[in-house]
Nanobody
Framework: QVQLVESGGGLVQPGGSLRLSCAASGFTFRSYAMSWVRQAPGKGVEWVSTNSGDGTTYYADSVKGRFTISRDNAKNTLYLQMNSLKPEDTAVYIC???????????????RGQGTQVTVSS
């Protein structure tokens, strides 16, 4: 069965960095676009970034230039390097398996449980 397990969240000061990981299993990882979405307290789900099956990357304007999405197909792992973090980045970050290889599909068909990121001084 498909499993997505996020890790790497935590408490960080404004301006700091974190690297999130999403370990995937149960499907052919390299064949699907993978995304990160986030949900802040009391708000809806916000798409953050997508790494397509061909390696093309896409970012929300709110994180462009600060976040970098990458994937290691040999390790079946998706990453999100987050730099210059701001308090408004505080949210649960969730890994999403897309239904297609090259289409940005933030809804996807499988999601992980998420990892909490808190940016505060």
């Amino acid at each position: 069965q498909v499993q997505l397990v996020e890790s790497g969240g935590g408490l960080v000061q404004p301006g700091g960095s974190l690297r999130l990981s999403c370990a995937a299993s149960g499907f052919t990882f390299r064949s699907y676009a993978m995304s990160w979405v986030r949900q802040a307290p009391g708000k809806g789900v916000e798409w953050v970034s997508t790494n397509s099956g061909d390696g093309t990357t896409y970012y929300a304007d709110s994180v462009k230039g600060r976040f970098t999405i990458s994937r290691d197909n040999a390790k079946n792992t998706l990453y999100l390097q987050m730099n210059s973090l701001k308090p408004e980045d505080t949210a649960v970050y969730i890994c999403v398996k897309g239904r297609y290889r090259t289409v940005v599909d933030a809804t996807g068909d499988y999601r992980g449980q998420g990892t909490q990121v808190t940016v505060s001084s």
